[in-house]
């Protein structure tokens, strides 16, 4: 029987030291690998030629370097960029990669599906499948990387000089799934990003996307203070317990109290919030003033800044995107309370990879009820908090 080879895109810079360890290897070797891979893009032990021979042979024969499968790829007429990548048992996620003047955006997913059921969002119509491993959720960052630089040299070697090497500037985890209900296979992810011999990110070009997972949102400021982002979408309880259920388990003081935790934490000591915009849902004038008082006024006031992201209908919800005047009306009631304000451009609506729109498809179908005592177990399993 053969024995199962370790995926080396599953270990973080600390278990890849150790592994090397366990070779009977020199730490610095770890060094070495993770720049073969995740600098230079080599999957094949035989071209790292800086190994010797004969580690060369070990890895070959109890280690690989497998990112998921590509099975589709689409281009926007924006440029934006979608993989659809399988991950195996039917399941099917997606990764977008947003170029733009000064930055290029990878959207990472995290979960096979989504166990939270937010109402403007297709992942959640479709049940929850399983958490993605670290390697399948770095390997998103890696085939990206890689395919885009491919690109560039075979269609404009001059501007494949010209250019910078990296084409990833900014990750975000905002994609499939909610990162901190697989917060150790993410954050092993995040390390790797973050690291100077993986992709040297710097912490506020990583943002962790979260609908409010409070135990957790503090364990990620103890152990990976990236910058955080909040799909926040409602300013009382009572609309956002129908447009985000986690409400209903972490309610507004409770989160907004976590936020403001974490912005002493956080990059540039500030947290943002997203608030998808539906028109007559949550997009008054009345709505921004009580979102005002929740930001500014509330128990537990938030350095922040608010993302307004106009809704991406998709097939089956009834939602509508808000008129793009309530949503200038909106912006300026936050903006004259002194809150910093921006309205996102969608980009990649024409090859569904706008925000929410992701689905890729999945197999395991939940119901709310299930899902929410997931969510309990899920967060009592990995933070040990409450
Ligand atoms: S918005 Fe995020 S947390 Fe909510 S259902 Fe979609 S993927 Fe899950």
Redesign the pocket.
């Given at each position: 029987m053969t024995a199962v080879r370790t995926n080396l895109l599953d270990l973080n810079p600390v278990q890849l030291v150790e592994y090397c360890m366990g070779l009977d290897e020199k730490p610095f070797r770890a060094r070495q690998l993770q720049r073969w891979i995740h600098q230079l893009g080599i999957s094949d032990f035989s071209q790292m030629t800086n190994l010797a021979k004969s580690l060369r042979a070990k890895l070959a024969d109890c280690a690989l370097v497998a990112a998921p499968p590509v099975v589709a790829a689409q281009r926007s007429k924006d440029g934006t960029r979608k993989w659809l990548l399988d991950v195996g048992g039917g399941d099917v996620i997606e990764t977008v990669f947003i170029p733009e003047e000064s930055r290029g955006t990878l959207c990472v997913s995290t979960q096979a599906g989504?166990m939270?059921?937010?109402l403007?969002?297709a992942?959640?119509k479709q049940g929850f499948s399983r958490n993605l491993t670290t390697a399948e959720i770095i390997g998103q960052l890696w085939m990206a990387e890689f395919a885009l630089r491919q690109d560039i040299q075979s269609t404009d070697a001059a501007a494949a000089e010209d250019r910078p090497q990296r084409q990833i500037s900014n990750v975000v985890l905002m994609g499939?799934?909610?990162p901190l209900l697989n917060f150790d296979a993410c954050v092993g992810a995040l390390r790797l990003m973050l690291d100077d011999y993986g992709y040297g990110l710097s912490r506020r070009r990583v943002t962790v996307s979260t609908?409010g997972v409070v135990p957790m949102i503090d364990r990620l400021a103890e152990e990976c203070p990236v910058a955080l982002a909040v799909?926040l979408h409602a300013p009382t309880d009572e609309l956002r317990s129908q447009l985000?259920p986690l409400n209903r388990r972490y309610p507004l003081e409770q989160l907004m109290a976590a936020c403001r935790r974490y912005s002493r934490h956080a990059p540039r000591e500030m947290v943002m919030f997203e608030y998808c915009m539906m028109d007559g849902v949550n997009d008054s004038d009345a709505h921004a003033g009580q979102l005002v008082d929740l930001l500014r006024k509330g128990a537990f006031p938030v350095p922040c800044k608010v993302n307004l992201i106009p809704f991406n209908p998709f097939a089956g919800s009834a939602l509508r995107r808000s008129k793009a005047e309530q949503v200038r009306s909106f912006q300026k009631i936050l903006q004259d309370a002194g809150i910093l304000t921006t309205v996102r451009k969608t980009r990649g609506d024409d090859i569904d990879a706008a925000c929410?729109l992701l689905s890729g498809d999945v197999q395991g179908r939940t119901d709310l009820k299930r899902r929410l005592s997931e969510i309990t177990v899920c967060y009592q399993d990995d933070s040990g908090l409450n």
């Open positions: 989504c939270i059921n937010c403007i969002c992942t959640g499939m799934g909610e609908s799909s985000v929410g």
